[in-house]
C-alpha cells in the first residue's frame, strides 16, 4: 500500500537514526507483517498485542501528520 510506504518512509527518515538496537529489531518486525494489519495498526482499527509493538506503532502513529 502506498499510504503504508508513506507513513513508514517519513518515520524511517525522521526517526530511524534516533532507535536503539530493540526498536531497529521492533521496526524491522513491523514492517514485515501483512499490509491489512499493519494499516489496522497505523488507523488505530486495532492494536498489537506486543505491548512494545504498540508502543512503537504509537511512536510512528504520533509522528505521522497527514497532508491537508
Sequence with gaps: MRELDAVLQS??????????G?????FERILDLPDPQLF????????PADPDIA??????????????
Excluded: N, Q
Excluded at 11 to 20: I, P
Excluded at 22 to 26: G, K, M, N, S, V
Excluded at 40 to 47: D, H, I, P
Design 55 to 68: 508502543r512503537l506503532i504509537e511512536r510512528i502513529r504520533s509522528g505521522h501528520r497527514p497532508c491537508a
Design 40 to 47: 489496522a495498526y497505523l488507523t488505530g482499527r486495532s492494536a
Design 22 to 26: 530493540a526498536d531497529l529489531t521492533r
Design 11 to 20: 518515520f524511517a527518515e525522521s526517526s530511524l537514526g534516533t532507535l536503539g
